[in-house]
């Protein structure tokens, strides 16, 4: 039997997920040389954008972060430590990669675990995860006038699905809860990573020429 139940890992992973996101918004605030105001715009936009979208689409409001201030008071302490951290890192792009990994990874689990609790349907819950784990992402680089990560050449919308069905399958399986999350995360985040390292990528549209 095991000891965590199900709301307790997702609520604690959650938490996670949106630290990390907030952390790597305020990452790009400081490659921008943003002011501390900015690292906590961009780090809680980035940290909350993604559950966010997901609560709107499935209806169930208020957001979870207007009941939830502690996600809010977390995104504002991980941007306000960023800023003062930042400059110990070497590379704060590659910071910000790994970061972005990790909460991809993360928020392609809660998001798909918290759309099956509100009865959502296994490949509604699926696009719920994709889009908690990305969107945050896309706010953040529109907000700082970046190239959308989702635009990157590595594998990047791919890995979030990867762990959001693998977390949906382990589901199925039976599992248990704490396998399916640490399995899917492994999955997300060990592709994402390779992607990272190896360049992994699919093949790419191309126009005929005319």
Not at 17 to 29: D, N, P, Q, W
Not at 110 to 121: M, V, Y
Not at 126 to 132: H, P, R
């Amino acid at each position: 039997m095991e000891l965590i139940d199900l709301g307790s890992i997702i609520h604690w992973l959650g938490l996670f997920g949106i630290t990390v996101f907030a952390v790597s918004g305020a990452l790009e605030a400081a490659r921008k040389e943003m002011d501390i105001l900015g690292f906590m715009l961009i780090g809680t936009v980035t940290g909350l954008g993604g559950g966010t979208l997901r609560d709107l689409l499935l209806g169930a409001v208020p957001v979870y972060w207007v009941q939830q201030p502690l996600t809010v008071t977390l995104c504002l302490v991980a941007a306000v430590l960023t800023y003062f951290l930042a400059p110990l890192l070497a590379s704060r792009y590659r910071a910000l990669i790994w970061m972005d990994a990790i909460g991809l990874a993360t928020f392609s689990i809660t998001g798909t675990s918290i759309a099956l609790s509100l009865g959502s349907p296994p490949l509604i819950a699926v696009c719920m995860g994709v889009m908690s784990a990305t969107f945050g992402g896309i706010i953040r680089d529109v907000l700082c006038s970046e190239s959308l990560v989702l635009t990157s050449r590595e594998l990047y919308v791919t890995t979030a699905a990867a762990g959001a069905s693998s977390y949906l399958v382990l589901q199925l399986a039976g599992v248990g809860e704490i396998i399916a999350t640490l399995g899917a995360f492994a999955i997300g985040f060990g592709l994402r990573a390779a992607a990272i390292v190896f360049g992994l990528k699919l093949p790419r549209y191309k126009r005929p020429v005319t």
